[in-house]
């Protein structure tokens, strides 16, 4: 079987299951006995794999895997190089100490779509975007890293995972594509 890739859209479960008043998986991919491999928060948007592959699934999802992830992250305020500088490094989440990772500043993305509802706009406090990527992918962890810093998320976005991405592989919300699993080299 293929791997499938999903654009997961904005406050969509990361599940099969429904849930009532919810959108959920089911309501985006018809093919039986596939499974996410690792999750999304319904708040979070962008790049999911899934595949029937039990062993795959779990290579891909295991936090010992290492597989690069890069979300875009639109934060609160205008983030500054100290916060960057934070970010990058060791971050005391309370619970866990974060891995060192790459977060640069980038310009908004053209390519991106519009999110359904729009993010809260206050026009007195300017927001901007970071790059953040990842060898790890504890829950919330982004949200929690760019808080921490001073700068919480109004919008995040997966935009790749290992050699998949949105730029690669254009998709809008709610979309998927099937690709040999064999394209994930490592695992």
């Not at 991919?29 to 491999?37: Q, R, S, V």
């Not at 206050?122 to 927001?127: G, N, Q, V």
């Not at 901007?128 to 829950?139: C, D, M, P, R, Y």
Request: overall charge positive; hydrophobic content about 40%; aromatic content about 6%.
């Amino acid at each position: 079987m293929p791997l499938i890739l999903f654009n997961k859209p904005f406050n969509v479960l990361c599940q099969f299951t429904p849930q009532e008043g919810r959108e959920s998986l089911a309501d985006f991919i018809a093919t039986p006995g596939i499974y996410p491999a690792g999750r999304l928060d319904a708040d979070s948007e962008g790049l999911m794999l899934l595949t029937d592959d039990g062993r795959l699934q779990h290579s891909i999802a295991h936090p010992d895997h290492k597989e690069a992830k890069t979300y875009l992250v639109q934060v609160d305020g205008d983030v500054d190089a100290a916060a960057l500088g934070r970010l990058q490094a060791p971050l005391d989440l309370g619970d866990f100490v974060t891995k060192p990772c790459r977060a640069v500043k980038i310009a908004e993305p053209e390519w991106l779509w519009p999110r359904a509802p729009p993010i809260r706009v206050r026009l007195e406090k300017p927001t901007s975007w970071i790059a953040v990527t990842l060898q790890e992918g504890k829950n919330r962890q982004v949200r929690r890293m760019t808080a921490a810093v001073g700068y919480p998320t109004l919008r995040l976005v997966r935009s790749s995972i290992g050699p998949f991405s949105l730029a690669t592989h254009p998709l809008m919300p709610g979309e998927s594509v099937a690709v040999p699993a064999g394209a994930l080299k490592k695992i």
